[in-house]
Nanobody, 115 residues
Framework: QAQLVESGGGTVPPGGSMRLSCQASDASTINAMGWFRQAPGRQRELAASITRFDRINYGDSVKGRFVISRNSAKTTVFLQMNNLRPDDTAVYLC??????????WGQGIQVTVSS
């Protein structure tokens, strides 16, 4: 079973920055990669995604502050989060959509923005 290896996360003060990464296998079957987030009591929402054709989407609440990118092998996706705010506090989940239609999810990383 394919696994996603997530790294990054932790606690950062407001205004700080943090970088998340997620490594997947078999780039040839990856249709899109991205990050969702879920805060307590709130619905899961898109943070950012990138397709195999380099189309990028950002959630409205992170536009202008977060940047998604990939490595050259297109197996690792990065989420650079800048100017973090307390309402960015959430569990961030890596997702990979395969060309087969299958969706894979990481276990999630806690990001806490607090002074």
């Amino acid at each position: 079973q394919a696994q996603l290896v997530e790294s990054g996360g932790g606690t950062v003060p407001p205004g700080g920055s943090m970088r998340l990464s997620c490594q997947a296998s078999d780039a040839s079957t990856i249709n899109a990669m991205g990050w969702f987030r879920q805060a307590p009591g709130r619905q899961r929402e898109l943070a950012a995604s990138i397709t195999r054709f380099d189309r990028i989407n950002y959630g409205d609440s992170v536009k202008g502050r977060f940047v998604i990118s990939r490595n050259s092998a297109k197996t690792t996706v990065f989420l650079q989060m800048n100017n973090l705010r307390p309402d960015d506090t959430a569990v961030y989940l890596c997702s990979v959509g395969r060309t087969t239609g299958q969706m894979e999810w990481g276990q999630g990383i806690q990001v806490t923005v607090s002074s």
